[in-house]
């Protein structure tokens, strides 16, 4: 049973418009939620994060919200850029790290248009 | 870069072989996790050591082991290998058994043939 699902595996956005990337959780122990960003043969990269108290966090054109009587969060790009094109990677972990790992959801590839 | 090192960046073998990947970890970084990328599948988390020792383990096949030297590099074991093994292996780091954001290399490519 996957607790954490992107369900959307592409998405595809202008240049300069806004891209909205989501992702659901089942597991209601999760309290600390991350996005990775991955390039074609490299490793997942580190992108933001966000805390269960909080309900966003922001960082540049990036931003991540967290509703969690939904169980679902959204990172948005704004402006999107070329560069941005990649497969996003939700993943989220329980109270005191990461102990069991993080649990990723299955990507969603961001596809920016000129 | 992320500071994570994994070797080899390919490898081909043949079925029923086994084969050795290894992972040297960020500067200073005690946890060393190990996940799996098959296709159409998302990052699967393997198993987790921290500073030497085994504190968590995932979806693992028995025909897999790992292990954290005392230098804290990291070496994960794969035997008896399947066509179904072939898949993109990723070593992770981070500072301590509580850190919540992992640090990954660049992952090693293994094809079963």
């Known amino acids: 049973d996957q607790q954490v699902k992107q369900n959307s595996p592409s998405l595809s956005v202008q240049e300069g418009r806004i891209s909205i990337l989501n992702c659901d959780y089942t597991?209601?122990?999760?309290?600390?939620f991350l996005w990775y960003k991955k390039y074609p043969a490299e490793g997942p990269t580190f992108l933001i994060s966000?805390?269960?108290?909080?309900d966003k966090n922001e960082d540049g054109r990036f931003t991540v919200f967290l509703n969690k009587s939904a169980k679902h969060l959204s990172l948005h790009i704004v402006p999107s850029q070329p560069g941005d094109s990649a497969v996003y990677f939700c993943a989220a972990s329980e109270s005191g790290g990461g102990a069991d790992g993080l649990t990723f959801g299955k990507g969603t590839h961001l596809i920016i248009q000129p | 870069d992320s500071g994570v090192t994994q070797t080899p960046k390919h490898l081909i073998t043949a079925t029923g072989q086994r084969v050795t990947l290894r992972c040297s970890p960020r500067s200073g970084d005690l946890s060393v996790y190990w996940y799996q990328q098959s296709l159409d599948q998302g990052l699967q988390f393997l198993i987790h050591?921290?500073?030497?020792?085994?504190?968590a383990k995932g979806n693992i096949l028995e025909r897999f082991s790992a292990q954290q030297f005392p230098d804290l590099h990291s070496e994960l074991n794969l035997s008896s290998l399947e066509l179904g093994d072939s898949a993109l292996y990723f070593c992770a780091s981070n500072e301590g058994y509580s850190g919540n954001t992992i640090y990954f290399g660049e992952g090693s490519w293994l094809t079963v043939v």
């Open positions: 966000i805390s269960s108290i909080k």
């Open positions: 597991n209601s122990m999760f309290d600390y």
């Open positions: 050591y921290y500073n030497g020792e085994e504190r």
